[in-house]
Nanobody, 125 residues
Framework: QVQLVESGGGLVQAGGSLRLFCAASGRTFSTYAMAWFRQVPGKEREFVAR????????SFADTVKGRFTISRDNAKNAVYLQMNSLKPKDTTLYYC??????????????????WGQGTQVTVSS
């Protein structure tokens, strides 16, 4: 069982940066791949980034590649999403998720077992 709590969201001007933080509970945290998703109300949850259990492999959506980075600290049960060069279209709720390794589609929300409650990111123009 893993419980996830996100923080770090807020209001920032276009071109600015934010760092999201996901705190995880549970002794098995280091065995899970971790990811960030975002969801605009009325739309499907959208994959943002994923990091492997060891932290050695990362993947990003094309929409954020080159602007966002994902990292983790297994000793602290923590995952981070560094967001730079933010754009107004990045505005939405961001969710942290945990899931098993070796799934068929890493961008599919169905392949993640645990979710946080979300943190709001608002980018003003």
């Amino acid at each position: 069982q893993v419980q996830l709590v996100e923080s770090g969201g807020g209001l920032v001007q276009a071109g600015g940066s934010l760092r999201l933080f996901c705190a995880a509970s549970g002794r098995t945290f280091s065995t899970y791949a971790m990811a960030w998703f975002r969801q605009v109300p009325g739309k499907e949850r959208e994959f943002v980034a994923r990091i492997s259990a060891s932290g050695g492999r990362t993947s990003f959506a094309d929409t954020v590649k080159g602007r966002f980075t994902i990292s983790r600290d297994n000793a602290k049960n923590a995952v981070y999403l560094q967001m730079n060069s933010l754009k107004p279209k990045d505005t939405t709720l961001y969710y942290c998720a945990a899931g098993p390794l070796g799934v068929d589609v890493i961008t599919a929300p169905r392949n993640y077992n645990y979710w946080g409650q979300g943190t709001q990111v608002t980018v003003s123009s």
